[in-house]
């Protein structure tokens, strides 16, 4: 089921949006997708049903844990066994998991406990499944088309968003939570299907980006991860199938927490990694308190109202796919370094902003100018995250910009909602926007990263 299909890596491929290869991942990831968004439906409304509103919260958080503290072994997993085997395996459990459940309710009222398992065993698995998600593209398509493909992937999860909640409240509507467990687990498993008829290919490493780490701790980093010596992207976890690290040849074995430590080596040693960590990391900060629980505490002080919040988010849901399609269409954008940085100023101005606008209409436009900066600003960084990184690395790469992202980001939601009942709206959008606009400070003041060019 998972035997690797590789085809040759210097092979001159079909623009992403055209090739079969590629749409048959991306179908694949947007049925996983959706399948995630009916699957937050059937928890929310379950655990609202068996328990308390604080128990259904406890509930829903309680997946965040495991996610969190194993992010970094999950890049380390996708690394060593291949990113489409780990997607694979990750799709198998979380279909049996929700079938599981779905089944349990549809037979007895078991509680709370087999949802809050349920939602631990999703966030074990997502710990492993992100990072491999992340590190899949650059194995399904050619460097020149990663951006593209960035675009295509940011279209894939608008979709998710815009259909998978009606469809998960059809399906409670319809059947109640089980129903609606039931249906997230169809769709998960619609995707490994086409996840097995994708073909695999060998990433080839770009010279620029190995010269990004190119210094004595780069080559540290390297050895450490099984004696890479000087064949770039050889084969450094051990791992016998080319799958796991698209290389030729096989190193020494090595430890999971060997190989940890040399991803995280890596990474510090790269003269655009490491910056565009700390690029992406401060946007982030700065960009999740605001656009979750501030907007709320916003549009409840203007008096916006549930609808008018919900038209606030729509803006900002438009703009971020009309710069994912733009990337879909362009499949690259000059200079992509600097348009990232001034990308991410630009949109912490605008969060800033956001905070003072005077009625909904305005706060609609704002967001949406939101929305596409910071779409455009996360793809070319995802994108620039795929083609500055060493194959062999790719996973724990992910992994790093994944815990960033998913893991320390959302807890300036709680520090966020205690700042403006402390000190208002106003003051707490605009130092979030301060902290963001330095992840943009930093891309354009480090040379290396401004100067970062996406393949073409």
């Known amino acids: 089921m998972t035997s690797t299909l590789i085809a040759p890596g210097t092979a001159i491929g079909k623009p992403a949006h055209r090739d079969p290869n590629v749409l048959r991942w991306l179908a694949a990831y947007a049925s996983s ?57 990750s799709d198998l459990v979380r279909c049996a998991a929700g079938l599981s459940v779905a089944a349990l309710l549809f037979l007895t009222s078991p509680g709370l406990w087999p949802l809050a398992l349920l939602a631990v065993v999703f966030g074990t698995v997502d710990a492993v499944f992100m990072p491999a998600v992340g590190a899949l593209p650059a194995r399904v398509t050619t460097r020149d088309q990663l951006a593209r493909v960035q675009g295509m992937r940011g279209l894939a999860i608008r979709f998710a968003n815009v ?18 467990f039931g249906l997230a687990g169809l769709l998960i498993a619609v995707s490994v299907p086409l996840l097995i008829s994708v073909r695999m ?30 064949a770039p992207g050889a084969a450094v976890l051990g791992a016998p199938d080319s799958e796991a690290s698209g290389a030729t040849t096989t190193a020494r074995a090595t430890t999971p927490l060997g ?20 690029a992406i990391a401060l946007g982030d900060l700065g960009f999740v308190g605001p656009l979750n629980v501030g907007l709320t505490l916003l549009a409840d002080e203007r008096g916006w109202g549930a609808s008018g919040m919900g038209w606030v988010l729509s803006g900002f849901g438009v703009g971020a796919g009309a710069a994912a399609l733009l990337l879909t269409v362009r499949g690259r954008l000059p200079h992509a370094g600097h348009v990232a940085g001034w990308a991410i100023l630009a949109g912490s101005v605008a969060i800033g902003a956001l905070a003072f606008v005077p009625g909904v209409l305005a706060a609609v436009g704002v967001a949406l100018l939101v929305g596409l900066l910071a779409g455009l600003s996360g793809a070319l960084c995802g994108a620039l995250l795929q083609t500055q990184a060493d194959p062999a690395y790719l996973g724990r790469v992910t992994a ?36 963001c606009g330095l992840g943009g400070v930093v891309a354009l003041c480090v040379r290396d990263l401004r100067r970062a060019e996406l393949p073409g």
Do not use: C
């Open 33 to 89: 997708m959706v399948g995630d968004s009916v699957y937050y439906i059937a928890l929310s409304w379950a655990a609202v049903q068996q328990g308390s509103p604080a128990q259904a919260g406890a509930v829903m958080a309680v997946s965040a844990v495991p996610r969190a503290l194993l992010m970094l072994g999950g890049g380390v997993i996708a690394d060593r066994f291949g990113p489409r085997r780990v997607v694979i395996g």
């Open 163 to 180: 259909v998978g909640g009606p469809l998960g409240g059809l399906a409670v509507a319809l059947g109640g939570a089980a129903a609606a």
């Open 201 to 230: 290919r060998e990433p080839a490493v770009d010279d620029k980006a190995e010269a990004g780490a190119g210094n004595a701790d780069a080559r540290e980093a390297g050895e450490g991860a099984g004696g890479r010596g000087a």
């Open 259 to 278: 190989d940890l430590r040399a991803g995280l080596r890596y990474i510090r040693a790269h003269r655009v990694l490491a910056p565009l960590m700390l």
């Open 400 to 435: 790093v910009s994944s815990l960033v992202s998913l893991g320390f980001a959302p807890l300036s939601m709680p520090l966020s909602a205690a700042a403006i009942g402390a000190w208002g709206t106003g003051p707490v959008f605009v130092g979030s926007a301060a902290v």
